[in-house]
């Protein structure tokens, strides 16, 4: 077995395929991040790739691909918001995972203006706005991590949850 730089062989299939494989099988919340430009116009994207970080300093990370139309826009801005899905959002999901739908993202769903004039999914589980304060560029992403500076809540429904390469819900 030979290894080449960061990839390890097995069998027939290199670390990449394998840790994407495993991936897979973590459940993870679906999130909408938002972002809005110097013209106040709004742009965002589905994630899942979202964390706390700490709690003093209250702060959020997420992991943005740097080939999606949002990540230049939130490293420009320096803001971001995160709304976590319900359930009933997935046709919305749908339309922010899909760049032929760009033209469609802001007309579904019941938006509205918050903080630093970033949109937010009214009926979403909750919003989380930030200040970025931090940017790591790693492999294909930029990690941007920032300072909470407001939250919403609503009620704890049926949390949109993405795994194994479908959505799925949570058993009660």
């Known amino acids: 077995m030979s290894v080449a730089s960061n990839q390890t062989i097995h069998g027939n299939q290199d670390?990449?395929?394998?840790?994407?494989?495993?991936?897979?099988?973590?459940?993870?919340?679906?999130?909408?991040?938002?972002?809005v430009d110097e013209h106040c116009c709004p742009h965002g994207l589905a994630a899942t790739a979202f964390s706390s970080v700490s709690m003093d300093p209250a702060s959020a990370l997420v992991c943005v691909n740097r080939s999606s139309s949002a990540s230049p826009i939130i490293k420009r801005s320096g803001l971001f918001c995160v709304n976590m899905l319900q359930k009933e959002h997935e046709a919305l999901c749908a339309i922010f995972s899909k760049p032929e739908?760009?033209?469609?993202?802001?007309?579904?769903?019941?938006w509205a203006v918050g903080v630093n004039g970033l949109r937010y999914l009214a009926d979403a589980q909750a919003s989380i706005f930030c200040e970025v304060v931090q940017e790591v560029e790693y492999g294909?992403?930029?990690i941007f991590i920032g300072n909470v500076v407001n939250v919403m809540t609503q009620s704890l429904e049926s949390p949109l949850v993405y795994m194994g390469g479908r959505f799925r819900e949570l058993a009660a």
């Open 15 to 35: 670390v990449a395929d394998l840790f994407r494989s495993a991936m897979g099988r973590f459940a993870s919340s679906v999130t909408l991040v938002t972002t």
């Open 101 to 110: 739908l760009r033209d469609r993202r802001f007309v579904d769903g019941d």
């Open 140 to 142: 294909s992403h930029t």
